[in-house]
């Protein structure tokens, strides 16, 4: 199973009381610094990517579910400019708490979980700088609603993550994902 990976960007917003969109991802926007590396997404990355089943959390932790692609509370379509999401809250106390923080404006990004198999990115040196292009991801596991991201466009202030910490939430994730196929 490849390596679940986790990018923060993009701007969400609150169009009434429970329903947020936004982009969970942008094609042809450079990353920030990664940690020794940015990143870029290929407007073609979703072509062949499976959205029947994905999960919008926050702050990617599984237990504070927002919507689904497979129950149609979560509505996703790729265009042009990249993964637009629609997603209807549920009447819970976190996403209530996380519709108020989206209409103070305190957490307004988004997030997602993915994998790719071997060969679908492509990495470049540009100068002292490596540059990834992220040509097919083969599994979009979840987008989530975040206070830090890691695309220039969104307006956080901080978005710092080193090439460790991606492999470290990589791991994290993939056990994650493990002990839930275990409980099947």
């Avoid at 305190?106 to 002292?128: P, Q, R, T, Y």
Wanted: charged share 30%.
């Amino acid at each position: 199973m490849p390596q679940l990976e986790q990018r923060k960007m993009e701007t969400v917003k609150s169009s009434d009381n429970n329903v947020i969109e936004g982009y969970a991802l942008r094609f042809n926007s450079l990353s920030k610094d990664l940690g020794g590396f940015q990143e870029i997404i290929s407007p073609t990355a979703l072509d062949n990517t499976d959205l029947s089943d994905v999960r919008c959390f926050i702050d990617h932790d599984s237990s504070l579910i927002l919507g689904r692609t497979a129950n149609d509370t979560l509505k996703l379509t790729v265009d042009e400019i990249g993964l637009h999401f629609r997603c209807e809250l549920p009447d819970t106390t976190y996403a209530r708490d996380l519709n108020v923080s989206i209409s103070r404006g305190d957490i307004n990004e988004c997030s997602f979980g993915f994998s790719l198999k071997d060969g679908d990115d492509a990495w470049e040196k540009d100068g002292d700088d490596y540059i990834r292009t992220l040509n097919s991801i083969s599994q979009l596991a979840e987008i989530s609603i975040v206070s830090i991201p890691a695309y220039a466009e969104t307006n956080a202030t901080i978005a710092q993550r080193s090439l460790k910490q991606v492999i470290d939430e990589q791991q994290k994730r993939k056990l994650t994902l493990e002990l839930e196929l275990a409980t099947i």
